[in-house]
């Protein structure tokens, strides 16, 4: 059966809801949304969603970060978190969720939904790159884990990375940018080399983009001057299974509910 999953850095659920994408849910109907920097508490987030399966990770300080997994599908297991048991620092709080999903056939597809750091070089914030990279690991560590699952396993979000120069659209100008430096991109390099596959770029082209951020100041959406950052990452039991990724950019500045726009790609489990 086609399933539709649907990732998006949503800026604030609640904001986004205003904006329209309500309208766009009703529109595009996905089976499966992965959604982050949702910022808002599990209430909130279930009256905005009725009628759906809820795994919601919170961050720890108020108005930041957050994920969620919400499935039209039975839901079978829910973990939350990379810490390993211990209490995580706040920082990495509501970046990363995991749901197994009942498939109609049988068997289970596994989901992550994460938000990573974005991290800045600026002048005294290198306390930000050092907690990213740490969080990396972390991140690194899982992906290994959930690579060697016999088992479909996608996962989506944030990554806060373009991973090669056709990913962003002045990456000259971004070489010594956070989310664009070399030490960031190798870890994609890393997960890429290890039996994960950038559904984004096998089903994009070979680029530039298509992007999936945009400021909101000046004419960047205008001008497509974005950054691809979002990812559909699937496992060698789930790459082959899917059919087509599109980058749902709105028409208009004026149509955009969030500065990312939604990436929907459609399998065949």
Not at 11 to 17: C, D, K, L, T, Y
Not at 198 to 208: A, F
Request: with cysteine.
């Amino acid at each position: 059966m086609p399933l539709l999953i649907a990732a998006a850095n949503v800026n604030g659920i609640r904001a986004a809801f205003r904006r329209g994408m309500d309208s766009w849910i009703a529109t595009r109907s996905p089976d499966v949304l992965l959604l982050q920097e949702v910022r808002a508490p599990d209430d909130v987030v279930n009256e905005l969603l009725p009628g759906w399966r809820v795994a919601h990770q919170s961050c720890d300080i108020k108005g930041r970060a957050g994920v969620l997994v919400a499935s039209r599908l039975p839901v079978h297991t829910v973990r939350v978190g990379l810490g390993k048991g211990e209490p995580e620092p706040p920082v990495d709080t509501g970046r990363w969720v995991e749901a197994d999903l009942e498939l109609p056939g049988g068997g289970l597809l596994t989901v992550v939904s994460t938000y990573l750091h974005s991290g800045s070089t600026s002048p005294g914030q290198e306390a930000t790159m050092t907690a990213k990279y740490a969080y990396l690991d972390k991140v690194t560590e899982r992906l290994g884990e959930l690579a060697a699952l016999a088992r479909p396993v996608v996962v989506a979000g944030d990554l806060n990375i373009a991973h090669q120069n056709v990913d962003i659209a002045n990456w000259k100008g971004n070489r010594k940018s956070a989310g664009f430096l070399p030490e960031e991109r190798a870890y994609l390099d890393r997960w890429f080399a290890s039996g994960w596959t950038d559904l984004g770029r096998v089903h994009g082209g070979e680029g530039p983009g298509p992007y999936t951020w945009w400021s909101w100041r000046g004419k960047a959406y205008e001008k497509d001057s974005g950054w691809r950052i979002d990812y559909q990452l699937a496992n060698a039991a789930l790459a082959d299974l899917c059919r087509k990724v599109e980058v749902d950019r709105a028409a208009t500045y004026d149509e955009r509910w969030s500065d990312h726009a939604a990436l929907v790609a459609t399998y065949e489990l």
